[in-house]
């Protein structure tokens, strides 16, 4: 590298340096001043995040635990498709979503789109096949575990599922928690669903795609390290919930 | 309800794993009374026998059949594994689960099990994980654990291995304890001496086949076969 070079790549380390930390101190005043704009789609990121995750673990959950018990035709077929799932691209997620709820859709009559509804349920479909997945892959070791006993026991299906969603639960946490971090992360296809609507349907990462595009990239990089910060403070929160690091427990 | 599922009779039960013949054909029937204990070498089928009996492992050919209504059997036998499996609960959870499957209600499960925990020795131990139990603990909690259904009969798939003499002798008590009062234990084992304390009667596997089914004391003293003869005085066959 020529000196002239090396000079320019220092040069730009130190704007960049210097836009993170505007950044940080962006947040730091979002934060201590409590915007009201900044809670409001904090909270909004929060109620869509965490739907999505309550829903999609409802259904994803079980079904990966009933994928791991049950031997049925297509089942080598199933697993493949719901792994291939998990790298759904948001944005086409966003973009069916979009033309199923649309007014001339077969779900327009529901007037659900730019809505945080919409939202929750793109994200529901692209958080599914994550959640079911790993639950699937957790459940399944336990299964291998369980499985003379359950036989010997005499036990039904969905006291099978019932056994291994309790005693697996420390492990399918952590496929929630991926399934919360995939959410909260989400730009592309909430964005297109639920339109970035401000007072209405924007969320932190529509809002932090908005500041970038208006060049306001400390305010975008604060509301970055606000969403990193929220991530962070939840999965504390569930873990200490359910008290996974208890000592003696798994 | 039949007053027991016994006697169990398999008539020309093989099992087939991929093609290959396990174990089989094998024709017996086990009594209501007694205890039995599966002798033989390794890989001689006794595992694939005692699970074939309970249910764990499908025919491919014949019947095991037992008395009364076929759906009532699995409710009234159970099964003790050569390495205990334990549920990831508390030694108390694991104690009630079997009850609380069958309906029993939450408080008198904790009772059954408070009582159960006192006779193997475990009541300081019920709140703690079972799996941070020993292994003699493991195999007294999953012994525990199946006697708690009240079985008609239960199987055991070399229950004392790798146990220590203290732990051997526990469980040896309690398994004569509950033959006694009426339990059919068929329970598969390698330890010859073990065998001899345990047993009112012997079946000798060799190969897959049932090779030899006597008395206890006839097996001991005077055993019909060559092969029998030469397990008993401790040469290797196969």
Not at chain 1, 50 to 63: E, K, T
Not at chain 1, 106 to 132: D, E, S
Not at chain 2, 130 to 149: D, F, H, T, V
Not at chain 2, 215 to 224: D, H, N, S
Request: with cysteine; charged share 20%; glycine share 8%.
């Amino acid at each position: 590298m020529s000196p002239k070079a090396g000079q320019r790549a220092r040069v730009r380390l130190v704007l960049a340096m210097s836009d993170i930390f505007e950044g940080l101190k962006a947040a730091f005043w979002l934060l201590v001043s409590m915007d009201r704009d900044l809670v409001e789609i904090t909270l909004r990121s929060l109620q869509v995040s965490l739907s999505a995750l309550v829903i999609a673990s409802a259904i994803g959950l079980p079904f990966g635990t009933w994928l791991a018990i049950r031997r049925f035709r297509h089942r080598r077929t199933t697993i493949a498709v719901m792994n291939a799932l998990m790298g759904l691209p948001p944005v086409v997620v966003g973009l069916i979503v979009y033309m199923l709820f649309s007014r001339t859709g077969p779900f327009g009559v529901f007037g659900l789109l730019f809505t945080p509804a919409a939202m929750i349920i793109a994200q529901v479909i692209i958080i599914t096949p994550l959640i079911a997945s790993i639950a699937h892959q957790s459940m399944r070791e336990l299964w291998a575990d369980y499985h003379d006993l359950l036989i010997s026991l005499n036990t039904g299906p969905w006291q099978r599922i019932r056994t291994l969603l309790w005693d697996g639960r420390r492990a399918l946490l952590t496929a929630s928690l991926a399934g919360f971090g995939r959410a909260i992360g989400e730009v592309g296809a909430i964005m297109i669903v639920g339109g970035n609507i401000d007072h209405a349907t924007r969320v932190l990462t529509t809002a932090i795609a908005l500041e970038t595009g208006k060049g306001d990239f400390a305010l975008a990089l604060g509301l970055g390290f606000v969403l990193i910060g929220l991530a962070i403070v939840v999965n504390l929160a569930i873990h200490r919930l359910s008290r996974t690091e208890r000592e003696g427990r798994w | 309800m039949v007053d027991t599922i016994l006697p169990l009779v398999l008539s020309g039960a093989v099992v087939k794993r991929r093609g290959k013949t396990l174990i089989g054909p094998i024709n017996t029937e086990i009594s209501r009374a007694g205890f039995t204990i599966v002798m033989g070498p390794n890989g001689s089928g006794k595992t694939t026998l005692l699970r074939l009996m309970h249910g764990l492992e499908r025919l491919s050919k014949g019947a095991a059949v037992w008395q009364g209504t076929q759906l009532e059997a699995p409710m009234r036998q159970a099964y003790v594994f050569q390495n205990p499996i334990m549920l990831r609960r508390s030694v108390k959870e694991n104690l009630t689960y079997p009850l609380r499957l069958r309906g029993v209600s939450k408080p008198a499960a904790a009772t059954i099990a408070n009582d159960w925990a006192t006779r193997i020795c475990l009541s300081k131990a019920l709140e703690q994980d079972a799996m941070n139990l020993s292994g003699g603990e493991k195999q007294k909690l999953a012994l525990a654990r199946a006697l708690i259904q009240k079985p008609d009969v239960l199987f055991l798939d070399e229950p004392c291995a790798n146990l220590d003499g203290r732990a051997t002798r526990e469980i040896e008590e309690l398994l004569l304890e509950t033959s006694r009062a009426g339990t059919r234990i068929v329970m598969a084992t390698h330890d010859m001496g073990q065998a001899r304390r345990l047993a009112t009667e012997v079946m000798f596997m060799l190969r897959g086949r049932l090779h030899e089914f006597a008395k206890a004391e006839v097996f001991f003293e005077l055993p019909t076969t060559p092969q029998a003869r030469a397990f008993l005085n401790g040469d290797i066959i196969e």
